[in-house]
């Protein structure tokens, strides 16, 4: 779906599309500051390593604000410049901390939910080119972004009964309910039942085995066609 804006309006549009991204940004309400806390562990830690507790001080801050705002957690540590072991070792032993990592972990998605949201409602504005020179700029809509929201939103109105929207696959996963993956086994049963090779009246012909001649390969072709 792609709303030309050209002509007259080109001038108007090159701004925006420039400054598209940008308004997604500022829409969204202010993160947290996520500020270093000595927290009980930093104190007890303090006592034996002054130095690994003065240095936490530093990097969770870093840490937190990279987590906040991409919701990836090697992203953020590569901010914060500590590694993964450190990391989940603080996590792990500082449940104040580790509050703090969900905290971040909760803003990062709601961001990513906000500029989804918000690219749904007024699209993508893609430059045209004639001749080497920008004639004018389309708005594009992700049909399928809007479609996943409005499932998500109203599932009872957009979401295709007994079917469960994955995103990530090509197909709808289907969910059964339990009398109805017992009603599927019962039918599979009687199947192979009706089909087992115990049932058959007429035994199985083998093929006969020869030296490889002609006549053995027609007699093979006749007892297959028969």
Known sequence: ???????????????????????????????????????PY?????????ARARAAMGWRSRFLKGLASSWGCMFALRSA?????????????????AAQVREAEAEGAQLLHD?????????DLEPVFWQGQIAGYVRKFDTRLQIEFLRGYQPERFKRPGTQVNVGTKGSVFVLTEEERHELQRINRQWLEENSPQNSTEPARALPIGSGNGADIKTIRAVASE
């Open 1 to 39: 779906m792609a709303q030309p804006l050209c002509g007259a309006k080109m001038n108007a549009a090159a701004p925006a599309a420039a400054s598209i991204g940008d308004s997604a940004v500022e829409s969204l309400p202010a993160s947290n500051d996520f500020a270093a806390i000595e927290t």
């Open 42 to 50: 930093l104190k007890q830690l303090k006592v034996t390593h002054r």
């Open 81 to 97: 410049g500590v590694s993964y072991n450190t990391f989940r070792a603080h996590e792990r032993n500082d449940p104040e901390f």
């Open 115 to 123: 500029v989804c949201w918000k690219r749904a409602m007024e699209g």
